[in-house]
């Protein structure tokens, strides 16, 4: 059974940074894709980052230059590194996790999801 336990939210000024993690576990090995999804109150969820089995990532376009994925392999963990943070960004922050996608940054392409985890950005 696969399980995907976020971390690493809270609140934070703006221009601060904050570092998400999501734990994965059930996977048999490192071979699946991962990516960062955020949804604030009203809208839409959207697809912030995302890093394939093959290493390559995609970003939004919002965040792209500010938000960087990761993924430790060793330790089945994948982190979303948040600089330059702005009111914008302020959204419930999920991660999403499949062993295969076809558009990295589209809900409908992950099985996968963890609970969330909260981040706001005051200006």
């Known amino acids: 059974q696969v399980q995907l336990v976020e971390s690493g939210g809270g609140s934070v000024q703006a221009g601060g940074s904050l570092r998400l993690s999501c734990a994965a576990s059930g996977f048999p090995d490192s071979r699946y894709s991962i990516a960062w999804f955020r949804q604030a109150p009203g809208k839409e969820r959207e697809g912030v980052a995302a890093i394939e089995r093959d290493g390559s990532t995609t970003y939004a376009d919002s965040v792209k230059g500010r938000f960087t994925i990761s993924k430790d392999n060793a330790k089945n963990t994948s982190y979303l590194q948040m600089s330059s943070l702005k009111p914008e960004d302020t959204a419930m922050y999920y991660c999403?996790?499949?062993?295969?996608?076809?558009?990295?940054?589209?809900?409908?392409?992950?099985?996968?999801w963890g609970q969330g985890t909260q981040v706001t950005v005051s200006s």
């Open positions: 999403a996790a499949d062993v295969w996608t076809e558009e990295p940054l589209a809900p409908r392409d992950y099985m996968y």
